[in-house]
Structures are given as structure tokens and as C-alpha cells.
């Protein structure tokens, strides 16, 4: 199983994410919004499908994608786990700074 926050990491999976979070999508559909190619956008899928972000339905002959919620749960305690109160002090201070 790939890891989430790894598999988010990707600009265009992060685009992809953000677009199926609106509402289901068809590859075709996801695949109109890259200047890459359906095979390429199909593998970003499955990808993301792997690490438990997205999950796909089968209607008739197309495949509609849609986000995980509990995936990207995964992804947010992640970043929890990242942003440690250091860090936030360092944002503190870096505003601080840059008023002055």
C-alpha cells in the first residue's frame, strides 16, 4: 500500500484530489482538466485509489472516482503530526519580521 501523504505530495494528484472532492468524476472527465495524457491520468488514479484516498464505481462502462474521506483524514494527521508548535512559532516570527 502506498502512503498517503506521499501519494498527496504529487501536484497533479493534489489537483486531481481537489477536483473529485467537488463531486465524482470519469477519467475522461479528470483527464480533460491535464495536459497529460488518459493513460497518465489513470495511473495518478489508481495510485491514489492504493493509498485509500480515492475510491472508483462502476457505471455501465465508465468508472466514476470520488474521494475517500478517511483517506484524506490520514493525509491531515500527517501534517498534524508535522506542524508542532516550533513551527508555529517560526510562522510567528517570520511575521514578525517581516513588519519590521
Same mark, same amino acid.
Given at each position: 500500500m502506498v502512503d498517503a501523504?506521499? &501519494? #498527496? #505530495? $504529487?501536484?497533479? @494528484? @493534489?489537483?486531481i484530489l481537489q477536483l473529485l472532492a467537488s463531486r465524482p468524476r470519469t !477519467?475522461? $472527465? !479528470? &483527464? &480533460?482538466e491535464f495536459p497529460v495524457t488518459r493513460s497518465a491520468i489513470s495511473q495518478h488514479l489508481l495510485l491514489l485509489a492504493s493509498a485509500g484516498l480515492v475510491a472508483a464505481e462502476r457505471h455501465g462502462r465508465q468508472r466514476h472516482y470520488r474521494v475517500l474521506p478517511s483517506g484524506l483524514r490520514k493525509v491531515q494527521a500527517e501534517i498534524d503530526r508535522f506542524w508542532t508548535d516550533e513551527l508555529d512559532l517560526l510562522v510567528t516570527d517570520a511575521q514578525l519580521r517581516s513588519k519590521t
Open positions: 501523504f506521499s &501519494a #498527496a #505530495a $504529487e501536484p497533479n @494528484r @493534489r489537483r !477519467v475522461g $472527465e !479528470v &483527464a &480533460a
